[in-house]
């Protein structure tokens, strides 16, 4: 496996705060229990994102469909949130060419454009829908439920703009929701919409491998099965209980010791690679929607993720990491050889500030400055950990989706909380639903402040 998981910078004495040798048979008691937590759990199957073999039909499916299609659509439209929207974000950005849609259709070989609408704000939705050609378009309409208001929001708009062109729904929509149940099932088999099951035990930040991620990559061109296969590699090889033979148990047990011990709860993923650079933010929902819970002692646990990307960020948020609290932990994301690596020219000689970088690469730059910043914060006390991945493509993006997951089902149980499930957002969905008139939550409170005069409302109009 092309991966390499480097906590040098964990660890003391290159850290102060960090793993002192003495504890490390304290952390591996810790993970076996933490381990063997998980492999009960994993018994009752409901860690469906790993059963990656019983979805190889559904996968086929979804490949045949891409198959079928392919040169009938110039734009792929994501109608979706959250978990349903992330994951085929950070696959445009991983697998397709930089710049993808705005590049020619000779550019892209003939591969659709991708798009994904991952909100509401009507600039965004009328923008792009101003942009794409109808006739030319398929709308990708994922939840998982087939009641998330967001999205259906959404795809009544567009369906709205079908219908009043003309155009037959069964073209030019394809759904991705539950295999039996829900709205979007109804839909489709009424008006013969393709329709593609996320497994009733895949939870939507988990969902990238599944048609929530695959169809959208499938019908841009991208290798489904490569993705499949790394991840399938990285799953087998995480599955041990070995604290220091395993990769995903490693950044997990690290991330929850740096928190509970060291009160460093902020936990940042810093991709030195534009190619893994909406990794970061699909990183941030996985691990703050599963771990940050009210544990089974009934006490607020969880790290707090943030996103950053290098060496973007040297230039504003690396400040606050040398300097700010030590509160935070830095995972860096490298990849080892850049694809399409552009050498500095040999040009301005006679001035010293430009000439030392002729001859060098910008590959090589971005990977120097990887490399001194986990320098710079190990000399400053803060902790680090670098992933290498060997290469941005298909194969590896899949194993390291897969390390992600694999390392957050094993903190779950550090932390003493279901990994699985997101109350803290629920009542929001239903105040939500309740204010806009659903039917099966009119007996919700409103989701305002309460309405009692005693209580001042604070407000103060500008302009």
Known sequence: MAFTL???????????????????????????????????????GVYGYRELEAQADERARVTTFAAGVQGQYDDI?????????????ALRTALLPAAWNARTDAQRGGRARLHVLDNVDPRTIAGVLSIVTLPRTLFVVISKSGGTIETLAQYLVVRARLDGDGLEAARHLAFVTDPAKGALRVIAARDGIPVFAVPPNVGGRFSVLSPVGLLPAALCGIDVEGLCAGATVMRDATMGDDLEHNAAGLFATLQWRAHERAGQGLHVMMPYSDALRDLAPWFVQLWAESLGKINRDGTHVGPTPIASVGATDQHSQVQLFMEGPADKTVTFLRVDAAADDVEIPRLESGEPALAFLGGHTLGELLDVECRATASALARAGRPSMTM???????????????????????????????????????????????????????????GTLPQDAAIPHRRLRVG
């Open 6 to 44: 480097d906590v040098t910078s964990m660890t003391e004495p290159v850290v102060g705060a960090g793993v002192p040798a003495a504890e490390w048979p304290t952390l591996a008691a810790r993970f076996r229990e933490a381990h063997a937590a998980v492999a009960g759990i994993a018994a009752t």
């Open 388 to 446: 290498t991945v060997g290469a941005s493509d298909a194969w590896h993006v899949g194993g390291l989706m897969m390390w992600f997951m694999q390392a957050t089902t094993l903190a779950g149980a550090l932390y003493r909380v279901d990994p699985l499930d997101q109350p803290g957002v629920e009542l929001g969905k239903r105040l939500a639903n309740k204010d806009l008139g659903h039917p099966n939550f009119l007996s919700e409170a409103k």
């Open 77 to 89: 439209v994501v109608l979706g949130i959250g978990g349903s929207s992330l994951g085929a974000m």
